[in-house]
């Protein structure tokens, strides 16, 4: 039967379970569960079990523990970043001078605040940081650095990639 409602998806179960990324056991009709709020959070719990072909209380407690396990740790709106002019993308590497604890955590609080910043990568690489930000126009990015970045750690190597076009983007984890 779960065979039969993971069709959609291309996906078979044979009754396994399976680890997500952090080693939690999660079976098929979680999973199954999963992917379709992934694609839809507000799909409705009686919608879900009927695709699933479960019982709506079982999809509900499903749902749930999921929630308390913080598998699912909220739900979120998708907007459009160019009705929104917010259509510039820039990666940023930051390299530190030195590693003192004192410049980390300067750093990363101001980048935590920052609301032109989406994610912040703490890297083993050239760079000690990776930096995703979305502004209006390229000298909002150069604000950007010199309200968030520079005041902090004036020594810091700042390269920047400007995204020409986005190819893929997507915020469905693979489960």
Not at 79 to 106: F, M, Q, S, Y
Request: hydrophobic letters at 45%; proline letters at 3%; one cysteine or more.
């Amino acid at each position: 039967m779960a065979d039969d409602a993971g069709a959609d998806f291309g996906v078979q179960s044979h009754g396994r379970l399976a680890e997500d990324c952090g080693g939690n056991a999660l079976d098929f009709r979680d999973r199954m569960i999963l992917r379709i709020l992934q694609g839809d959070a507000e799909t409705p719990s009686p919608d879900i079990a009927r695709r699933l072909q479960i019982g709506k209380q079982d999809c509900l407690r499903r749902i749930r523990q999921l929630e308390r396990r913080q598998i699912i740790r909220g739900r979120v709106a998708l907007l459009d970043e160019n009705a929104l002019d917010c259509g510039v993308t820039v990666l940023v590497g930051i390299k530190l001078r030195g590693h003192a604890p004192d410049a980390w955590r300067k750093i990363e609080a101001a980048l935590l605040e920052d609301r032109a910043v989406l994610e912040v990568y703490c890297l083993f690489a050239e760079d000690d940081y990776a930096v995703k930000i979305k502004t209006r126009t390229l000298l909002d990015y150069e604000r950007f650095v010199a309200r968030s970045i520079h005041p902090f750690c004036p020594s810091a190597t700042v390269k920047a990639i400007v995204v020409l076009r986005t190819i893929k983007s997507v915020t469905a984890l693979p489960v």
